[in-house]
């Protein structure tokens, strides 16, 4: 933009206007006349100050109109965009370059001292209160990456070379001048020091902002609102944080949302998290992380997919050595109302927590279970969360619920309930439980395993839950492969389609935060950071999503060797009469599954759910009432897409055994 110096008229037109300047010689306009001037009153300029044209009427809310210009305004070193209005400025406004079509007014300080990198390489201090968890936070920091940085501490080499490049980005956004993006909102705001803001966003009401990045954009806005208070911070994309949050030294996701007085501190949280209420501390939140209640704590823990019960607090000291215990709730878990667990605990993927655990239990081999407390003792229910309801309406709802609208989508998320990653858990778990079951007797009445018990019914039952899971998702998988073969295909056509198209995905699999993957191909990404072939942020979150990209080619060759092992059937020499049976056993399998699933399902709908319904009547009216507000089981959409579920699944199963030369 070419910006020239006023004229003497000009300038005595702004001095008539209650203006006036340090050094009229540092006011520069891009104007090409002198009659957008007239939107300029009561403004005193001082250092160098830039400022576009003024021809632009705003719209607010309930209809006022306002036109762009300057009013009432302090500018020090600050370049105000085309068509943009900056108005009662109590204090004033330093070293800024402001966009075009932005409002700002009702502000008291809005500054940027000395070089800034605007929340770029501040150290959270995640996990481990006391340190040696530390992850730089910075502008396009993935769930992945961060994750790589906190857990694999194990690899001093690879945290350097990572800290190394966090540290270089940040100190290449490092600057004397803040920026305010294109169509920016700010009103009724007390304090911003040192605050990067994209496109777009809107900032309403908040206490204070410091040292941080807000990298909204007109995709995926960000929003500020009323009492927020951020220090040391990174905002991403489509984020909402309003009502009183407190945030120091945290990293916020992509669609994040935090409101109604939430408070964190070195924390991270990432795609879709919402904290409402309660209190986080040193916590690494992966994606879909969900916290809404006042009396909620989550402190020194790593999880992901998780919903927090009211009141569910984790203690992550014994009064010894301080605050230096860490726990890890894997993707999926969940807590009850009250529940309590005192880390160092790890609970396997999709479990359930109720009631209060003190006896550092590790379940991660024995996913979809309940960890469940009767007087001070902690019982494990292996499997059993594979028949809820709720565990299928949670995966059903996860993708609906991805709020991100910007195309550039910093975190691989994958929504598999079964899935490498935990199928691998339910064969160990199964030899797990088995081995149990050899060395303490079957007819034990309880098992113990690592300070939790088993009860014998509930052992029994796991070793069948696990089995039928396996069942469901590797025939999953083959008749997927063969959803293309045709009819009457020889055995060796049939071993053809079935050969992998890669020998990546054999070994153990790792959630990396959200993304499912071969730990041999996270290692071959880590290997090159480590050894310098990999110098740059953004490559490195390409391979993530590189990796996400092939998730189905690598769970194939994954699932290729288990059919020998689970089935007795080796893919390599399978015939049609095989493939038969392993569908035939899918189809038991998945129909029981969802028959599981209707039953749990319909005890939402007995007498016993009907407590509290129907104001003073009888029977019939307490059901009348019932029906009303939840509706009938029969026609409840949950229940009818169980049973379409069966119908679709089981057509599916007979079609591709009509097509099978048995």
Request: proline letters at 2%; one cysteine or more; charged letters at 20%.
């Amino acid at each position: 933009m070419n910006y020239r110096n006023l004229s003497q008229q000009e300038i005595s037109l702004l001095q008539t206007a209650g203006c006036e300047a340090e050094d009229w010689g540092k006011v520069y306009t891009s104007m090409e006349d002198s009659s957008g001037l007239a939107w300029i009153r009561d403004v005193r300029f001082s250092g160098e100050v830039r400022f576009g044209r003024f021809d632009r009427w705003f719209e607010l809310p309930g209809g006022l109109r306002k036109h762009s210009g300057l009013n009432r305004a302090t500018l020090h070193h600050v370049t105000v965009g085309d068509n943009s209005l900056v108005e009662n400025v109590s204090n004033y406004i330093a070293n800024y370059s402001i966009g075009s079509d932005t409002v700002i007014e009702n502000v008291d300080l809005l500054i940027t001292d000395g070089v800034c990198r605007f929340g770029n390489g501040v150290e959270v201090t995640v996990l481990n209160e006391t340190g040696g968890r530390e992850v730089r936070i910075y502008d396009r920091l993935s769930a992945q990456t961060a994750y790589v940085m906190a857990m694999y501490r194990h690899r001093p080499s690879l945290i350097a070379a990572l800290d190394a490049l966090a540290e270089k980005y940040a100190a290449e956004q490092a600057s004397s001048m803040g920026t305010i993006g294109d169509h920016v909102f700010i009103r009724n705001t007390r304090f911003i020091s040192g605050v990067r803001i994209g496109d777009c966003a809107l900032i309403s009401g908040a206490s204070r902002l410091r040292n941080g990045s807000i990298n909204s954009n007109a995709s995926a806005p960000v929003k500020i609102g009323h009492g927020v208070i951020a220090d040391d911070f990174i905002f991403s994309s489509g984020s909402t944080v309003e009502d009183n949050t407190t945030l120091t030294r945290c990293f916020i996701g992509q669609a994040c949302r935090f409101g109604h007085g939430y408070s964190a501190s070195d924390s991270l949280f990432f795609s879709n998290c919402q904290g409402e209420n309660g209190e986080a501390c040193a916590i690494f939140a992966g994606p879909f992380t969900v916290t809404h209640h006042k009396s909620t704590l989550l402190i020194a823990g790593l999880f992901s997919f998780m919903n927090a019960g009211s009141g569910s607090n984790q203690s992550n000291h014994m009064y010894k050595l301080g605050p230096i215990h860490q726990g890890t709730l894997e993707r999926g878990a969940k807590t009850s109302s009250d529940s309590y667990i005192l880390w160092p605990s790890r609970v396997g993927a999709f479990s359930l927590v109720m009631g209060r655990h003190v006896n550092h239990s590790d379940t991660t081999w024995l996913p979809f279970s309940y960890l469940i407390e009767q007087q001070n003792t902690t019982y494990l229910v292996p499997g059993v969360n594979l028949r809820s309801v709720g565990t299928i309406r949670d995966a059903q709802k996860w993708p609906k619920r991805d709020g991100r609208t910007d195309p550039d989508r910093l975190d691989s998320i994958n929504y598999n309930l079964l899935s490498p990653y935990t199928i691998q858990k339910m064969f160990k778990g199964i030899k797990l439980l088995q081995n149990l079951q050899y060395s303490s007797g079957e007819l034990s009445d309880v098992y113990s395993y690592h300070s939790a018990k088993i009860r014998n019914s509930s052992l029994r039952n796991g070793i069948r839950f696990y089995r039928i899971a396996i069942t469901k998702f590797l025939g999953n998988s083959i008749i997927k492969r063969l959803e293309n073969l045709p009819s009457g295909a020889s055995d060796e056509e049939i071993r053809a389609v079935l050969r992998p198209d890669t020998p990546v995905g054999t070994g153990k699999w790792s959630d990396i935060s959200g993304l499912i993957a071969p730990k041999s191909e996270v290692n071959v990404l880590l290997d090159a950071i480590e050894s310098g072939q990999v110098t740059d942020l953004e490559a490195i979150n390409a391979a993530f999503r590189e990796m996400h990209a092939h998730y189905y080619t690598y769970e194939w060759t994954w699932a290729y060797d288990k059919y020998a092992e689970f089935f007795g059937y080796p893919l390599e020499t399978i015939t049609a009469g095989q493939v038969k049976d392993i569908v035939e056993q899918w189809k038991e399998a998945v129909i029981g599954l969802d028959k599981m699933l209707y039953e749990d399902a319909k005890k939402e709908f007995n007498l016993a759910s009907m407590t509290g319904f129907g104001a003073d009547g009888s029977k019939e009216e307490k059901e009348q009432d019932f029906v009303e507000v939840r509706g009938d089981f029969e026609s409840n959409s949950f229940v009818t897409a169980v049973l379409d579920h069966i119908r679709v699944k089981e057509a599916l199963g007979n079609e591709l055994i009509g097509r099978l030369r048995v």
